[in-house]
Structures are given as C-alpha cells and as structure tokens.
C-alpha cells in the first residue's frame, strides 16, 4: 500500500471518529434529557458544556488512537485486539469527562458521563470493526496489494527494495 493510500485511509478513519464523537455527544444529552438518569434526577449539562465536552474528546481520541496505533499503515489487529483497544479508549474518555465535569462543569450529570462512554464504545466498535474487515478483504484477494515486482538495475531495485521493507508493514511479497 502506498504511503498516499495510508494517508487517505487514516484521514477518513480521523474525521468518521470526530462524527463518531459528536453524534455519541448529542446521542447521550438526548438519552439524558428523554430516557431519563440512572441516578434520580441530576441536573442536565449546558449547551456550552456539551460543545466543550465534544470538542475535548475529539482531540483526547485523536491523541489516544494515534498512541495505540490504530492510525498507522499496519494492518488491522484481530478482532479481540481491537475491541479490547476501543474499551481503554472509551475508558479513558470516561475518566476524562469525569475529572472535566468536576472541574469545568457547574452541573455533574453522572448518567450523561455513562451514556458518553458507553455510545463512544458502541460507536467506534461497529465502525472500527466494519472498517477492519473491509480493510483486510481488500488487501487479501487483490494480488497487487501483496506482490509488488520491483524492476530496473540491481542498485536502483536494492534501494527501493530497502526503502520499501522499512515503510510498509502490510506484509508484502518482492518478486
């Protein structure tokens, strides 16, 4: 795979985890507002707050995801690997809204905190895991993805050959 593809493909997978976080956002202000709070009544979070919220786990999924190595140009971990990854992820969304809501919130909506995390997690396992598998019968059944034939003298193929061995992670075969 190119590094231009790898590109592409991670800034498509960076902005659905955005719309992932703003959807799981207003999903759980909503969740709060009509299915009620798990812990009697609580005050519900400003507007402002939700934005601030939002806002503050794009950039803190943005930074964990990239640490786990979930945007990178290896390919994707097993099943397991990647739902155990997505629940540290929303784990530490949970604690991250837990410490900003006692600090920066006036209102401390335990539920809304609960249905954040819980819809990050359902959100990005679905998506993450659809993608993964798209992912991996893309590059098993396409032959180019796999056998790259490197032609031309014997320096230039070496070059190339090293520059390509220390780039992609996918597994590829040289001819």
């Not at 798209?134 to 490197?150: A, E, G, V, W, Y």
Request: proline share 2%; glycine share 6%.
């Amino acid at each position: 795979m190119l590094q231009q593809q790898v590109f592409l493909i991670n800034f498509f997978l960076m902005i659905t985890d955005a719309i992932i976080v703003i959807a799981s956002g207003f999903i759980a202000l909503n969740l709060t507002i009509h299915a009620g709070t798990l812990f009697g009544v609580e005050p519900l979070p400003s507007d402002t707050e939700n934005l601030f919220y939002i806002v503050l786990l794009i950039f803190v999924n943005n930074y964990i995801i990239g640490i786990l190595g979930l945007y990178s140009d290896k390919k994707p971990t097993k099943i397991h690997n990647l739902f155990y990854s997505i629940f540290k992820i929303s784990l530490l969304d949970y604690i991250t809204l837990v410490i900003t809501s006692n600090f920066y919130g006036e209102n401390n909506p335990k539920s809304y905190v609960i249905y954040f995390s819980v819809t990050i997690f359902f959100g990005l396992s679905i998506f993450r895991n659809i993608s993964a598998i798209h992912i991996r019968s893309k590059s098993n059944f396409n032959h180019t993805s796999r056998k790259i034939l490197i032609v031309g003298s014997e320096e230039t193929s070496l070059i190339v050959y090293k520059r390509l061995v220390n780039q992609i992670s996918w597994g590829h075969e040289f001819i």
